[in-house]
């Protein structure tokens, strides 16, 4: 048994982030995680594998689409999948790796097993009971299926099998048009495979602002992704080579099927809180399973505190870790603080969306007097110079006050973009304090600071 200040429970972006930083307050901390490497589902199959097959299957795209455009000839590479697959994991290997490292350098003991929590202040690993005076549970999530829908991640796969299929599909059922679906949908589009994306509502990427999911879906069909909207999916049934997909159109409740030869189940993900003795301690949990949690991350156990996907808000690494460090501000004795309005948003398809603040939509719901700045990308030198002139940036600004409110962009870069329309809203700036700043030309951050003129006297290039 050993005793520490802080037990953080779980190593993925949350865990770690909070651990470091509670190592960094001067605290004597141990982060307890149950994979064979750290960095939890973002990095081991999440965010970081996908990043590596979007990128690779994005640079076949340039080869097949835009090389010969400039003037670079010759035969297309051919995809040696076992090679990408062995790249994919090398990127997660140095990854996970480099947080082992930084556990090192900041002295974070790393207990390995599951923890479960037998009373306040102790954490159960496999048979040894620790002591600590904050326990941070940062357990993440996992994703949820549906009813009638049997994943074996093989033919009917969820984002996990998804990221190491054996073989690349020559056709391939997506149910959810969210994050998850449109990248990895994406990706095998990319590579060839027949995608068809079966969603319930009526707009892909819900919650995202309309104009921006109009356009991105536009772009998509382009890329050759078909739609079937408005469509609850009822089952699956495994077949000899593939699945069948049961769905029922809304508009009629008429019943059809799509036979694929895999399906990838994305319709959400849940916390994941499985064998922590949450029931037996008390913690409360929100219906949706959520952990709950005051404003300083504690949940209804003196000393116990909650970060990440497991308790309440969007499910994103980033989030989890602004709670991470935080937390650790707070169980040091410190004020910690996240700025809830002002959490980016970003899908890593090409072109990328990204959207930070409020959609237009939310907006009109509250009654609020705003102004919207627009610029095409088609506008920008340099965008056009790389074949990126497709999207667009939307800025909304308060119609009295000129504040930003919020901004969505879907077009090159947009990932990068759109922080500094964050930074600007963490200072309450105006759309023309943007406008006035100086951005270096050709940048594709130029298509930001035109839409914030667009909110004034009008962009240059339009
Ligand atoms: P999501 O919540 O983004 O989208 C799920 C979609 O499935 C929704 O559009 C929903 O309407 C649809 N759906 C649900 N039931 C259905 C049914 N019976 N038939 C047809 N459609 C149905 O979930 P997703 O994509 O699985 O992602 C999970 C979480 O992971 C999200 O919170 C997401 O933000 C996060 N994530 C973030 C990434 C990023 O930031 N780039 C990348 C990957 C995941």
Not at 151 to 176: W, Y
């Amino acid at each position: 048994m050993a005793t520490f200040d802080v037990i953080v429970i779980g190593a993925g972006p949350g865990g770690y982030v909070c651990a470091i930083r509670c190592a960094q307050l001067g605290l004597k901390v141990a982060c307890v995680e149950g994979r064979e490497t750290l960095g939890g589902t973002c990095l081991n199959v999440g965010c970081i594998p996908s990043k590596a097959l979007l990128h690779a299957s994005h640079q076949l795209h340039e080869a097949e689409h835009n090389f010969a455009k400039m003037g670079l000839k010759g035969k297309s590479p051919s995809v040696d999948w076992k090679q990408m697959l062995a790249y994919k994991d090398e990127v997660i290997e140095g990854n996970t790796k480099g947080i082992e490292f930084l556990f090192k350098k900041n002295k974070v003991t790393w207990l390995k097993g599951w923890a479960s929590i037998p009373a306040a202040g102790q954490v159960k690993v496999d048979d040894e009971v620790h002591e600590a005076k904050s326990i941070i549970i940062a357990s993440g999530s996992e994703p949820s299926s549906l009813p009638g829908v049997t994943v074996d991640e093989e033919t009917v796969v969820t984002s996990t099998g998804a990221l190491a299929l054996p073989k690349i599909p020559k056709s391939m059922a997506v149910i959810g048009a969210g994050v998850i679906g449109l990248e990895l949908g994406s990706v095998y589009a990319r590579l060839g495979a027949d995608v068809t994306v079966i969603e319930y509502l009526d707009a892909i990427t819900p919650g995202m602002d309309g104009e921006v999911q109009k356009s991105f879906k536009r772009l998509l069909e382009k890329q050759g992704l078909k739609f079937i909207m408005g469509a609850a999916v009822q089952g699956t049934e495994a077949k000899k080579n593939g699945a069948t997909v049961r769905y029922k159109l809304k508009k009629d409740d008429s019943e059809h099927s799509l036979d694929a030869d895999v399906v990838l189940v994305a319709t959400g993900r849940r916390p994941f809180t499985t064998g922590l003795g949450l029931d037996t301690l008390g913690v409360k949990l929100t219906q949706r399973g959520q952990i709950e949690t005051d404003s300083h991350w504690q949940t209804s156990i003196k000393g116990i505190y909650a970060i990440g996907d497991a308790i309440q808000g969007p499910m994103l690494a980033h989030k989890a870790e602004d709670e991470g460090m935080a937390v650790a501000e707070v169980v040091a004795g410190k004020h910690g603080h996240v700025n809830y309005g002002v959490i980016p948003g970003v899908i890593y398809t090409h072109p990328e969306v990204a959207n930070v603040g409020a959609t237009e939509e939310q907006l009109k719901a509250e009654g609020r007097a705003y102004k919207v700045g627009k610029f095409s990308f088609m506008g920008n030198g340099r965008a056009k110079a790389v074949f990126a002139g497709d999207g667009f940036v939307k800025l909304l600004a308060d119609k009295e006050t000129d504040r930003i409110l919020g901004c969505h962009i879907i077009g090159p870069g947009a990932g990068d973009l759109i922080h500094e329309v964050c930074v600007a809203m963490e200072f309450g700036a105006s759309a023309q304090d943007l406008a006035l700043t100086c951005h270096a030309h050709p940048t594709f951050s130029e298509a930001v600071r035109e839409a914030a003129l667009a909110c004034g006297d009008g962009p240059i290039h339009s």
